[in-house]
């Protein structure tokens, strides 16, 4: 599957939030992720930009691993494979033993709702601030996408700064700049 | 989970099948088992006897790590891991992106049954012949789960060849025997 979404820093989820109940968008969940990111002897998954990351959501265990962003100018693309296991505890003990180790962990806590055909998230980052998503359906097309995802951007006001960095690159770029 | 079992050669199921029921072991499950063996970048599984393999059994899927066998006298004993995952082909093609391949595939015919504190297996492997495998419950000690292995067999008839090698390892033997 390809993921085709816009990331956008802003300052304050209440009023999007507003839109989208106003708007009577389906809740589709609410609540902690705690994300974990490994690296194991194949190569530095930083430097070829693909990340292998296993997420705790309530009861919840997903194992999720993404190729490097295809394109990044206002959308960010990239391949995406998930998949729902049993245990967290245990997949991770998996991944230790065939060479993959946990190497930095995010936690956010995260509103999604369905909007129209497209995904929005509201997520509160620990130490790195409010961010909303809009990833596309998997469905459809990139041009499909692109429009849909701006339609929504537009009427829900999810406006600010774009940008193709991820959670786990955003706290290893902010980790770096506080030990220089 | 320390998995402590004895894998017997038997040249007929029947006699052994007919002495579970009358007894009124419960059968846990039946039907064929795909199990595909991968290999990685870390190290050669084979030379570590180690093993990870993706089983699909019906409507489930399970990720299994084994290590290195433990004991191997009359019992065979190594740690197993094992995940239930929500699809094979998603899991196929994590592993794939993560450095491993698929290798080898060893199918079966497989009946279960609960016997005492152990699982009594019944194989019919393709291409290497008829197993009985006595499997001790997960939580017993060592020394527990070789006298409830050793009656279990003795009761149920299940004697022959002991061995420890797994289906896998007999699998590329007969391979390079017909190669050779």
Redesign the interface.
């Known amino acids: 599957m390809l993921e085709i979404e816009i990331k956008v820093r802003v300052s304050d989820l209440a009023p999007i939030r507003e839109r989208l109940r106003a708007s009577g968008a389906e809740l589709l969940g609410e609540g902690m992720e705690y994300d974990a990111y490994y690296q194991?002897?194949?190569r530095n998954f930083a430097e070829t930009d693909?990340a292998?990351r296993l997420r705790e959501a309530g009861e919840t265990a997903v194992?999720t691993?993404k190729?490097p962003k295809v394109g990044c100018g206002t959308l960010k693309a990239r391949e995406e494979?998930?998949?729902?296991?049993?245990?967290r505890e245990?997949?991770d003990?998996?991944l230790n033993?065939?060479?993959?180790q946990k190497t930095a962990a995010v936690q956010k806590y995260r509103e999604s709702y369905r909007v129209g055909r497209a995904t929005v998230t509201l997520d509160q980052v620990d130490g790195l601030g409010t961010f909303a998503e809009v990833e596309a359906a998997g469905d459809l097309t990139p041009e499909e996408a692109e429009k849909e995802i701006e339609r929504i951007a537009t009427e829900y006001g999810i406006i600010g700064e774009r940008f193709c960095l991820s959670y786990l690159e955003l706290y290893l770029e902010k980790e770096q700049s506080a030990q220089s």
Chains 1, 2 share one sequence.
């Open positions: 194991g002897p194949l693909e292998l194992l691993y190729g494979l998930n998949i729902r296991v049993e245990s245990t997949m003990a998996i033993r065939i060479g993959y």
